[in-house]
């Protein structure tokens, strides 16, 4: 099957839960800039950094089948594993600011995060084993640093969370500074997947 499907599936549902997302925030009751602080202010911060992280899968995902002329059985599963992991951003994004930050909150967002990513990494190994030897994927992200090292910090933050000033904020300020982290780094798409793409362009 080629992938044209599986990629209008993947935007439709990423679409959704952005949507979904943007849907549980909660106007202020006053006409006010402090009112929106007060009320709103947590809530934006959440929806900031989970619709930052869903704009990033969304980003790489396109990228990466850029790279992929077919799919097979395994990756449309792995796909829907990924899409699984994403669409329960909206509620631990909800659980994240109605709580305003406590740890099980924090912890389960964390997971969430771990799960999405080690989603993501397992769908590029599944496109690897499909292509073969000659994989251009294999080529393009190498050793893939990133994606090994990204799961290591949601850990990181995940144990923080749990182990560290339980009824304080460091434990908890260490998580997020880990979770935003990530996302920052993140930010811009893979350029090795960019230029093995170009340089695809250029010899065809």
Same mark, same amino acid.
């Given at each position: $099957?080629?992938?044209?499907?599986?990629?209008? %599936?993947?935007?439709? !549902? *990423?679409? /959704? /839960? /952005?949507?979904? $997302?943007?849907?549980?925030?909660?106007?202020?009751?006053?006409?006010?800039?402090? &009112?929106?602080?007060?009320?709103? #202010?947590?809530?934006?911060?959440?929806?900031? $950094?989970?619709?930052?992280?869903?704009?990033?899968?969304?980003?790489?995902?396109?990228? *990466? @089948?850029?790279?992929? &002329?077919?799919?097979?059985? =395994?990756?449309?599963? +792995?796909?829907?594993?990924?899409?699984? @992991? *994403?669409?329960?951003?909206? %509620?631990?994004?909800?659980?994240?600011?109605?709580?305003? @930050?406590?740890?099980?909150?924090? !912890?389960?967002?964390?997971?969430?995060?771990?799960?999405? +990513?080690?989603?993501?990494?397992?769908? =590029?190994?599944?496109?690897?084993?499909?292509?073969?030897?000659?994989?251009?994927?294999?080529?393009?992200?190498?050793?893939?640093?990133? #994606?090994?090292?990204?799961?290591?910090?949601? !850990?990181?933050?995940? %144990?923080?969370? *749990?182990?560290?000033?339980? &009824?304080?904020? /460091?434990?908890?300020?260490?998580?997020?500074?880990? %979770?935003?982290?990530?996302?920052?780094?993140?930010?811009?798409?893979?350029?090795?997947?960019?230029?093995?793409?170009?340089?695809?362009?250029?010899?065809?």
């Amino acid at each position: $099957m080629r992938t044209g499907r599986l990629e209008a %599936f993947s935007d439709g !549902v *990423l679409a /959704i /839960i /952005i949507t979904i $997302m943007v849907l549980s925030l909660t106007p202020p009751s006053g006409h006010e800039l402090s &009112d929106l602080i007060r009320s709103t #202010g947590v809530g934006l911060l959440t929806y900031l $950094m989970s619709f930052l992280y869903i704009g990033i899968y969304w980003n790489n995902h396109h990228h *990466l @089948f850029q790279l992929v &002329d077919y799919v097979s059985g =395994g990756v449309l599963w +792995a796909n829907l594993a990924l899409l699984f @992991f *994403l669409s329960l951003l909206p %509620f631990t994004t909800s659980w994240l600011d109605q709580s305003r @930050f406590a740890t099980t909150p924090v !912890v389960v967002y964390g997971l969430n995060l771990l799960l999405a +990513a080690l989603a993501f990494f397992l769908l =590029g190994r599944v496109i690897m084993r499909q292509q073969g030897s000659d994989s251009p994927l294999r080529r393009a992200i190498g050793t893939d640093v990133k #994606g090994k090292i990204s799961p290591v910090l949601y !850990v990181v933050g995940i %144990f923080s969370a *749990l182990t560290i000033d339980r &009824d304080g904020h /460091i434990g908890v300020g260490i998580a997020l500074a880990c %979770f935003v982290g990530v996302a920052v780094w993140w930010i811009v798409p893979d350029r090795r997947i960019v230029r093995v793409i170009d340089q695809a362009g250029t010899t065809s």
